[in-house]
């Protein structure tokens, strides 16, 4: 094929093949395209996206200095390149983690190792009813709130930058917790089925360029840990009292008691259903299992 022989006669003018090219190459190449294109979709949401056109703007000055034979420019890049790549895993570090986390959870969901969660960890619409009544309140009087639900992904790790709670979701309690000049007021509530677990905890903060430059700590906050986990977190402005939901890396805004209750319903009932169906998967495999052992 012609294109493939100019693309042979192009890569050995740069000293960097060696052989035919074949079906296979053209199968890694496309591989590598793929890889490439999802890198830089990540990649656009981050601090690296700015990182990256600086770093096209270096390597377009530094063909240009090949191309005009500036021999002292090119040794100097040469044995800089090292350390340079060194450089940019530290200042990335953020970003990498987050993607490295991010490949974990699909393949998390892709594997049979996560287990069902236990009975009293489940939500109750109890539960669900008292932390919409403790948000409208603290909404009414603008006291700002930022409550993380857990769900399938433990949040074990932020449970430790806190202080220890356990005790059972009501409305008083949350607002309490959350009464301005009270030790507990400061960080984020975690919430771990039908109990308060721990108060004043730290969360990562979100570097989402999309986001609204009008949010404040809070809502990047609660955003943040919605990136990195499954949980869902709810968010009382202290600003507005508007009431927020932050879940897979996006933010609802201005919701209501109604559509808070239906949002958090919606996300447990997806979990009793995944769980339910388990159960019912394994039921049937064991019915059919006794069977046909009494077929036999």
């Known amino acids: 094929m012609q294109w493939i022989d100019t693309a042979e006669e192009y890569l050995k003018k740069f000293g960097i093949y060696t052989r035919t090219m074949d079906w ?3 199968l890694e ?3 590598i395209a793929f890889l490439v294109y999802y890198i830089l979709v990540w990649m656009k949401n981050t601090r690296a996206w700015t990182l990256l056109k600086g770093f096209i703007v270096i390597c377009v000055f530094l ?4 191309f005009l034979e500036m021999n002292t420019i090119m040794w100097m890049a ?9 450089a940019l895993i530290v200042v990335l570090q953020p970003e990498l983690r987050h993607a490295l986390e991010a490949l974990g959870k699909k393949m998390q969901s892709l594997s049979f190792m996560d287990s069902t969660r236990r009975e009293h960890d489940k939500f109750s619409e109890k539960t669900i009813n008292e932390i919409t009544k ?8 603008k006291t700002g709130a930022l409550i993380v639900i857990e769900r399938k992904e433990s ?12 005790g059972i979701v009501t409305s008083q309690l949350l607002i309490n917790i959350f009464e301005h000049n009270t030790p507990l007021h400061d960080g984020a509530v975690l919430v771990r089925g039908n109990r308060v677990v721990s108060a004043t905890c730290y969360l990562p903060l979100s570097d989402n360029l999309d986001l609204s430059k009008e949010l404040g700590t809070r809502h990047r906050a609660g955003v943040g ?26 933010l609802e805004r201005n919701l209501g008691s109604e559509e808070l209750k239906a949002r958090m319903r919606r996300i447990l009932n997806n979990d009793l259903e995944d ?10 495999k064991g019915r059919r299992k006794d069977e046909k052992e009494d077929t036999e």
């Open 275 to 284: 769980d339910t169906s388990k159960k019912r998967k394994w039921r049937g």
């Open 134 to 141: 403790a948000c409208v309140e603290m909404g009414k009087v």
């Open 78 to 86: 040469r044995n800089v390149l090292s350390f340079a790549v060194i």
């Open 29 to 31: 190449i496309l591989i």
């Open 24 to 26: 296979g190459d053209i």
């Open 63 to 66: 063909l240009t200095a090949h």
């Open 155 to 166: 949040l074990k790790d932020y449970e430790r930058t806190g202080i220890e709670i356990d």
């Open 225 to 250: 840990i919605s990136e990195v986990t499954d949980s869902m977190t709810v968010i009382v402005s202290e600003e507005t009292g508007k009431i927020s939901v932050a879940y897979e890396g996006r």
